[in-house]
């Protein structure tokens, strides 16, 4: 081919194929840090500069505005005439409105329609709510919201869009659905009423048209010739078929995607729809420009041990630096102290703070981490998040626990006197207040003083007066803790159930985490409790309640500035798309990450997405990357903690162990696993006790990599390590098919 008009020479081999890949069903695989988007951008740059392409036919997608915004950008630098990129660089949701504009008068509405967001959902759904008389204690907004979303989907386009088409309301389907779903009804006629769409009748009411009017659907398939999507391994079956439809007449369809890192599939983002996508040309970004290949060999050997994806290595031409290192520690202060200490270290050689990132499973594990930050005196900021000390359930939380200390604290009593509900509102409080500066007393005592009086009388407050007053006298007494106390107060105030009804298990897995928290505070104190205030209260000691109240201000109070130069701390979710120099992904335990509870939900697919998470979290780190994880007792998952299987997958070598990890420990996730895998995968399960067949120098066959040996059996593991040529994988005996002997 001629040189290209566009300057390419800096691509490597495989992003040039990409980028000059033009006609056809082209599937990129791009793997972590391989430079997909200088791909995208480079490509549509070149579809226009080189081949005269009119931006007006190019269609290019992604998820997110910050993307879309990033992508234009970067399209902007790279061609002589920026007015050239155009307004079908969007996401899927934008080029939906796009299409809605020119031609949503076909079900109805004004060009002028409506575009619901998350709040304006909530107020239809209190709305609807309210009106059908339902029970927010029986089902919440949050609950509600979900089943509007599920009906959609189940429904889908053809299903309930002509509901909302003029006379839709009367169509004789509504009535079967009105006796099956009424409140579902009662949500869509709150739509119609205010012309209004939600995200998911953008993409569903999109398709509707397309799908019915043929002329809609050859103007927007005569607009298009070339439409390439980013990230595409997070389109669901909706997506997917929206791209097919606007791409069927050029057929030049471009995708870029890694299914290694498709972390979405419970909310309906199937990897398989990217691996089984029927490709004229597939083309592999293996070169990754981010990591060493030290960090790259422990990613690798993790993913491979996953089924449902397109086999690749990632690899780099960057010097070997530190192994991975993994950090196995006595206990979770043990585990987070260390990590502060190191992120300190390195601040002070001199490394800034913005480039390290703690990664974890569950926004509840960032408790002990924040605690060992601030006593490190280390900046840190959650990322897309709250503080675990500032999230509001453990703000209530520990205002109960200082009223059963001091019931005369206002600031407590202001904060839980109506929570949960106690019909104790801002107006009878404002009475209270009232009645309070007058007597100049607490308003704790104030209401139980006037606890008779009408307006207080009608309240619930008689039982919230009793069950502080009962509360701070066994604070007093010689035989209590304060986890006892903090389970109590959680399960009479009716917290915990409010909690629980709400259905938000990140809220029940933080105060789990904070009861947690509590009683690995009396175990360190166990030696050093003060003694019983003295009779006369006079130079009274401290209870051990007010202590670690103390104790616990500290973080509560901690100095929260806003500041650039700060450790990030999220989810591996969050993470997605990210980089660091440093990473510390921490709390692998069995049953956490991966997750137990999503094994079960969702079986090998589950399994295999927290597989992915795993990948994701290694390949954010650019020059160093940290495992641990800690012995002890977990209170979220209620058993003993067991290093995660992922680390045992790590093939021998690939890491630096920090840390004496007893063989018991390792034996222990070995029959984790096992337990599960039997309960869960029963037809594929093989006992780990029964390896005899993978001895080392059996030959075994492997579906993705062919012919192997067998170099090391680990029957705890239920696993054995194999060479394929130059290079050796652990994997599960289910995976593999000894051969015979002739």
């Known amino acids: 081919m001629a040189d290209s008009v566009l300057d390419i020479a800096g691509l490597n081999p495989h992003q040039r194929e990409a980028v000059e890949a033009t006609e056809g069903r082209v599937r990129v695989v791009a793997g972590a840090g391989s430079g997909k988007t200088r791909v995208l951008a480079t490509r549509y740059a070149y579809l226009v500069e080189d081949i005269g392409v009119d931006p007006a036919n190019i269609l290019c997608m992604t998820f997110t505005n910050k993307a879309a915004q990033e992508m234009k950008q970067r399209i902007g630098s790279l061609l002589k005439d920026t007015a050239h990129v155009n307004d079908f660089v969007c996401t899927i949701h934008g080029f939906c409105v796009k299409v809605l504009r020119r031609e949503i008068h076909r079900l109805g509405f004004p060009k002028s329609f409506n575009i619901v967001d998350e709040d304006d959902a909530k107020i239809f759904a209190k709305e609807v709510m309210k009106e059908l008389g339902m029970d927010r204690t029986a089902i919440t907004v949050k609950q509600f919201l979900s089943h509007i979303a599920y009906r959609k ?99 030049n369809l471009f995708i870029v995607g890694d ?30 420009y981010r990591s060493t290949p030290d960090i790259l060999a422990v990613a690798n050997s993790v993913i491979n041990h996953n089924k449902c994806r397109i086999p690749k290595d990632l690899r780099t031409r960057k010097s070997h630096a530190a192994r991975v290192l993994h950090l196995h520690a006595d206990s979770e202060p043990e585990e987070a102290e ?8 390195l601040g002070e050689a001199g490394e800034p703070y913005s480039g390290m990132a703690i990664l974890y499973r569950a926004a509840h594990l960032s408790r002990a981490f924040e605690q060992a ?42 904060r839980v006197v109506n929570v949960p509900s106690r019909l104790f509102g801002e107006t009878t409080l404002g009475r209270l207040k009232a009645v309070a500066e007058t007597t100049e007393q607490s308003l704790f005592r104030t209401l139980v003083d006037n606890i008779d009086n009408r307006e207080f009388a009608r309240t619930k407050a008689r039982d919230f007066t009793y069950l ?42 933080n105060i789990n985490e904070l009861l947690a928290s ?106 160093a990357v940290v495992l641990t994880e800690s012995e002890g007792y977990d209170f979220n998952t209620k058993q003993s903690k067991y290093p ?49 067949e993978f001895a080392p120098g059996t030959a075994v066959l492997h579906k993705r990599f062919g012919r192997g040996t067998v170099v090391e059996n680990n029957p705890d593991r239920g696993s054995a390590r194999v060479a394929f040529g130059d290079r050796t994988v652990n994997l599960r005996y289910s995976a593999l098919t000894p051969v015979p002997h002739k």
């Open 153 to 251: 989907g189940e429904l889908g386009a053809e299903g309930y869009i002509p509901l909302l088409l003029p006379g839709g309301m009367e169509r004789p389907e509504v009535a079967a659905l009105l006796e099956k779903d009424h409140a579902f009804v009662a949500y869509l006629q709150r739509q119609l009423k205010f012309l209004a769409l939600d995200f998911d009748d953008l993409v569903y009411s999109t398709l509707y048209i397309l799908n019915t009017f043929a002329d809609a659907r050859k103007f927007w398939q005569d607009e298009l010739d070339y439409v390439q999507v980013d990230e595409v391994q997070d389109c669901n079956a909706t997506d997917w078929e929206l791209i097919d439809i606007v791409s069927e007449r050029c057929g």
């Open 259 to 288: 299914p290694d890192q498709a972390i979405y599939e419970w909310r309906g983002a199937k990897p398989d729809y990217f691996v089984d996508f029927a490709a004229d040309r597939t083309i592999v970004l293996d070169e990754n």
């Open 338 to 345: 260390w990590v502060a200490a190191r992120i300190r270290s």
């Open 373 to 414: 930050l601030i006593k490190a005196e280390v900046p840190y900021t959650v990322w897309g998040g709250v503080r675990f000390f500032e999230r509001k359930e453990i703000k209530d939380v520990l205002a109960y626990l200082r009223l059963a200390a001091n019931p005369d604290d206002d600031q407590a009593f202001e």
């Open 468 to 509: 502080i007053e009962k509360y701070h006298a066994l604070s007093q007494g010689e035989d209590f803790k304060v986890s006892d106390l903090l389970e109590g107060l959680l399960s009479e105030s009716g917290l915990k159930e409010s909690i629980r009804k709400d259905a938000d298990e990140d809220r029940l897995q």
């Open 518 to 623: 509590v009683k690995l505070y009396e175990q360190m104190h166990i030696d050093d409790l003060p003694p019983l205030p003295s009779s006369d209260g006079s130079d009274a000691p401290l209870t051990i309640l007010q202590q670690y109240l103390q104790d616990i201000a500290l973080y509560t109070n901690a100095d929260y500035r806003k500041d650039s130069h700060s450790v990030r701390l999220m989810t591996i979710h969050q993470a997605k798309g990210l980089e660091f120099p440093y990473v510390f992904v921490v709390g692998l335990t069995e049953g956490i990450f991966p997750s137990h509870r999503s094994i079960r939900e969702r079986k090998l697919k589950g399994l295999e997405e927290e597989r992915r998470l795993m990948y994701v979290a290694i390949t954010r780190g650019e020059k």
């Open 644 to 692: 995660s299987r992922f680390l045992t997958e790590i093939g021998d070598g690939l890491m630096e162990i920090e840390g004496d990890i007893d063989e018991a420990l390792l034996k222990g996730t070995a029959r984790l696993v096992r337990n599960l895998d039997s309960e869960i995968f029963a037809d594929e399960f093989i006992d780990a006790t029964d390896g005899d």
